[in-house]
């Protein structure tokens, strides 16, 4: 069932990944995967508004990145309202992801790409792998 928030997920009366209580679990591994992700989003927004400044000349390419920064800022606004909401809203939206621990890493390999700004589209690709993992609708195409 497609949310508001642009995921995707099979709604569990009062419990959370796993089999916990949403409301009796401290969430731990959902949030520090989702601040992992928001750290992620965050550096990425900064290198696609830089390569967006680079690349004035070229409407073609700055459309694609331009696209490409709106869906990386949905998702670092989605990440950044479910931490704000706790940890009972971060577990609803990792759904049922038995990975956490692995995203978590892989978010945190991604914001380390976004770093180095010829690898963005590495980082990209990563945080798409992501979505997939956690169940939200994937970016309509790869970088």
Excluded: F
């Excluded at 400044?53 to 989605?78: C, F, I, T």
């Excluded at 990975?99 to 390999?109: I, K, T, Y």
């Excluded at 690898?119 to 994937?138: C, F, K, R, S, V």
Aim: aromatic share 4%; charged share 25%.
């Amino acid at each position: 069932m497609k949310q508001g928030n642009g995921s995707r997920r099979k709604v569990q009366a009062l419990k959370g990944p796993r089999g916990s209580q949403i409301g009796g679990t401290d969430g731990e591994l959902e949030v520090k995967a989702l601040e992992a992700l928001r750290t992620a989003y965050k550096r990425l927004s900064r290198v696609l508004s830089d390569e967006i400044d680079r690349s004035r000349k070229n409407v073609d390419r700055m459309s694609d990145l331009g696209g490409r920064l709106r869906w990386v800022a949905e998702r670092h606004s989605m990440v950044h309202t479910a931490l704000a909401a706790g940890p009972a809203y971060a577990a609803y939206l990792c759904g049922e992801c038995d990975q956490l621990p692995e995203v978590r890493s892989l978010a945190e390999m991604a914001a380390k790409m976004a770093n180095d700004g010829n690898a963005y589209p590495t980082a990209l690709n990563l945080l798409n792998y992501i979505d997939h993992e956690l169940g939200w609708m994937p970016i309509e195409k790869s970088a």
